[in-house]
């Protein structure tokens, strides 16, 4: 084969994928009613004004110091959009007329993803929400296409469709909208499926150092919340492979680009959160709670926050149809049951280490923010954290098929790819009916309508499926036998026996161990 069709079919599947994924996420953005995803109309106005070199905005009198104004057109004025936030029954058709535009609560956050946003609009010359909505899709959509592509590369590839546990409505809105929070689960999943080229020969490289702290110091100066999950993403990976897989990375090659980059991010964050003068402080919503009332009402609240982590879209006030709740949470056993059958004491370790800090880390937050900033905790907060499970199980079920196992690959491969379309399909249909209609208004999406998105809500609905189904296809069928494009790569590719499954007990030797495996494997001299 030659290098060009070489070229060609390893760029094939990444492209495919970012192309299904941005059609995916322009029906969100065109499902979504303006300013109706969380916090949109301040992220908007900061990508703006970053985007036109008024990176802080000015400060408002009697405001908090995270409250600033941006000077913006007042084409970007946001209607009367309280009529129906936080009132499911109360479809959108009340938000008339246009406020002053400008105040954003967003306004001392890291510039960096507010000025690609912000900037590819500027490039595109509109101020149009949705083509700033397309623009933050476009980036999520490439990472998440990323993602895809080194797993496809990895010898579990073929178990790829666990990855969309990453990608449930809440993601998918958030990526479709102007947010933040949208990017930074795109990054973070990009960063897990790192995970299965691990013991690969090049992941200690000067090349893979570089890779883990740019990507990683993107997140950073994206939000701050990220440092919460690059922390606990680094426990998760250390549970993983252990110390002596660990020693591996303590190389300067490695070492100097992954830790400069991401030291630097850090710097670069903490001088711009002295110049932004950035506090989590705001008296308006600051709670006088005991920490013992604070604790038990977050622990109360923790099956919510999981609800809210697969799907309460709009200002937390669009749940879910039961199905879609299902659906992911099946999905989630079946990555958990690929870790326990396993018999991977490291790969359960660490799957214990996520669903401990998706525990924890909701009254952590509570607890410290609770009297100055009041009990901010969301469930999409942990996604970055949760988009990891789906990781943990492919290598949990592809140790599971080295052993024979195998008869369990395509039910896995197929059974989470079906319940990943009917969730979706039914959360997009959902979606479009709160905003239509209200939430236990007509299913069918016929006129007459109360509000009406830009294209008819049953031929949107319909589009959807089509390229969620496209979607999964092109996962499936890209998996289906991916030895070829492994052989692409250098010997080994993506080989977890050596780090993950040799270290499992001691003296035990895992198949493979010590010797270089080739992706039909053959040995290699």
């Known amino acids: 084969m030659n ?20 059609a995916l996420l322009l029906t969100w953005n065109m499902a979504t009613p303006p300013f109706a995803s969380p916090d949109e109309p301040a992220h908007l106005y900061k990508a703006y004004g970053t985007a036109h070199g008024e990176m802080l905005g000015t400060p408002i009198p009697d405001q908090p110091s ?73 980036l999520c959509a490439a990472l998440i296409a990323a993602a895809f592509a080194f797993a496809r590369r990895s010898s579990a590839a073929r178990l790829s469709p666990l990855l969309l546990l990453a990608l449930p409505p809440m993601t998918l809105f958030l990526a479709g909208t102007v947010n933040p929070n949208g990017f930074e689960v795109a990054a973070f999943l990009l960063l897990w499926t790192l995970c299965l080229h691990i013991s690969h020969r090049r992941a200690t490289s000067w090349q893979s150092g570089m890779l883990v702290g740019l990507l990683l110091a993107t997140v950073l100066l994206s939000r701050f919340a990220s440092l919460i999950w690059v922390a606990g993403g680094v426990v998760v990976v250390i549970a993983l492979i252990g110390w002596n897989g660990a020693k591996r990375f303590l190389t300067t090659r490695f070492l100097l680009p992954a830790v400069g980059s991401t030291v630097a991010a850090v710097a670069a964050l903490f001088v711009w959160s002295v110049y932004a003068g950035a506090e989590a402080t705001d008296e308006r919503i600051a709670s006088d709670w005991t920490r013992s009332h604070v604790f038990t009402y977050t622990v109360k609240r923790l099956p919510e926050y999981a609800r809210q982590m697969i799907g309460v879209l709009g200002w937390l006030d669009t749940r879910m149809p039961l199905v879609t ?34 525990l924890t880390a909701p009254v952590l937050l509570n607890l410290v923010s609770a009297r100055k900033a009041g009990l901010i905790w969301q469930g999409r907060y942990a996604l970055p954290l949760f988009a990891g499970l789906g990781v943990l199980g492919m290598i949990g079920w592809h140790e599971t098929s080295e052993r024979g196992a195998t008869r369990h690959v395509p039910t896995v491969r197929l059974g989470v790819a079906l319940l990943f379309v009917v969730a979706e399909v039914a959360g997009f249909w959902q979606t479009l009916r709160r905003f239509t209609v209200g939430s236990s208004g007509k299913i069918w999406l016929d006129d007459p309508l109360a509000w009406n998105p830009p294209l008819s809500p049953l031929l949107l609905i319909a589009i959807n499926a089509v390229v969620v189904t496209a979607f999964v296809a092109v996962v499936l069928v890209g998996t289906a036998n991916p030895s070829l494009d492994q052989a692409f790569d250098v010997p080994g590719t993506g080989r977890l026996e050596s780090v993950i499954v040799g270290q499992r007990s001691a003296g035990r030797r895992a198949p493979g161990a010590g010797r270089n495996v080739s992706s039909n494997g053959t040995d290699e001299h």
């Open 3 to 22: 290098h060009g069709a070489l070229d060609a079919r390893r760029y094939r599947y990444p492209v495919t994928l970012f192309g299904v994924l941005f």
């Open 66 to 138: 995270n409250i600033r104004l941006f000077d913006v057109p007042d084409t970007m004025g946001q209607p009367n959009v309280m009529c129906y936030f936080f009132v499911p029954e109360q479809p959108a058709d009340c938000a008339t007329g246009s406020s002053s535009a400008g105040v954003s609560a967003a306004a001392v956050y890291p510039p960096f993803w507010y000025a690609i946003v912000g900037g590819g609009a500027r490039v595109i010359d509109s101020d149009g929400q949705r083509v700033y909505r397309a623009v933050a899709a476009a």
């Open 325 to 358: 709740y299902g659906a992911f949470a099946t999905i989630t056993i079946v990555a958990v049951a690929g870790v326990i059958t396993s018999r991977n004491r490291r790969l359960q370790l660490a799957t214990a280490a996520v669903f401990v800090g998706l």
